[in-house]
């Protein structure tokens, strides 16, 4: 069983920076390389890619309006991946999701994504 768990989440003031972790664990050692991406998405609005790191080889996806601020890369365990976010800014505040797939290929498309974690709050605010 597959499971995709979140973590680091919080209250920051504007211009704070913050790491989330997301660990997928239950995935079969013959697979030796997933995708896995973060999404948020705020009431109201679509869920929106964040970035994407190919855990194998490291290979990383950022939507263009993400560039810059937000960098993913791979944990220490297997399996896990960091976004760490600098310069946070009120409209960063969101809901953090992790989402992972067998894949070989990045993408910020939800519908290519078939495992989530459950989420983690993001509030950026004085």
């Known amino acids: 069983q597959v499971e995709v768990v979140e973590s680091g989440g919080g209250l920051v003031q504007p211009g704070a920076s913050l790491r989330l972790s997301c660990r997928v664990s239950g995935v079969t050692l013959e697979l030796d390389s997933i995708a896995i991406a973060w999404f948020r998405q705020v009431p109201g609005k679509e869920r929106e890619g964040v970035s994407c790191?190919?855990?194998?080889?490291?290979?990383?996806y950022y939507p263009d309006s993400f560039k810059g601020r937000f960098a993913i890369s791979r944990g220490n365990g297997r399996n896990t991946a960091i976004l760490q976010m600098n310069n946070l800014k009120p409209e960063d505040t969101a809901t953090y999701y992790c989402?992972?797939?067998?894949?070989?290929?990045?993408?910020?498309?939800?519908?290519?994504?078939?495992?989530w974690g459950q989420g983690t709050q993001v509030t950026v605010s004085s």
């Open positions: 989402a992972a797939d067998p894949s070989s290929y990045c993408s910020g498309n939800v519908a290519d994504f078939r495992k």
């Open positions: 790191i190919i855990t194998g080889d490291g290979d990383t």
